[in-house]
């Protein structure tokens, strides 16, 4: 979330249900100066709606990617992006990548994972 604001991406918001993860974010937010700045919510992914960004950037293990990718395909815009670190979505193609191993992030356009779902109409 922190890096995500010093790209320039407002609002910088994470979600998280662990409270220690909460509050380690926090910590660590306010550490680096950011308090005020970013902001970290005690919610459950699967019930906020999405419609309304357009940048997401996950962190979350293989096993659950398959049902994110269904929520993202219905609730975000196609101008969204999304960033997934350390585990790619399987079933999407990356418009890009970066970095190697345990470093690599994967970036997925929405209107072009759509495309590819209708079979590249």
Known sequence: ???AYKQGLRPAVGYELNPWLLRLSSYR???????????F??????????????NVIVFLAPSVKP????KLLAELPD????????FP??????????????EQ???YDMKE??????GGS
Do not use: Q
């Not at 919510?41 to 357009?54: A, E, H, M, R, T």
């Not at 994972?113 to 209708?118: D, L, T």
């Open 79 to 86: 101008e969204a992006r999304v960033v997934a670190g350390r």
């Open 67 to 70: 049902p994110l990718a269904a």
């Open 89 to 102: 979505f399987p079933s999407w193609t990356p418009s890009s990548t970066l970095g190697r191993g345990l």
């Open 1 to 3: 979330v922190v890096e």
């Open 41 to 54: 919510l005690k919610k459950d992914l699967w019930k906020v709606n999405l419609s309304d960004c357009y």
């Open 113 to 118: 994972v759509r495309r590819a779902a209708r």
């Open 29 to 39: 937010a306010w550490k680096a100066g950011y308090h005020g700045k970013v902001s």
């Open 105 to 107: 992030v994967w970036a």
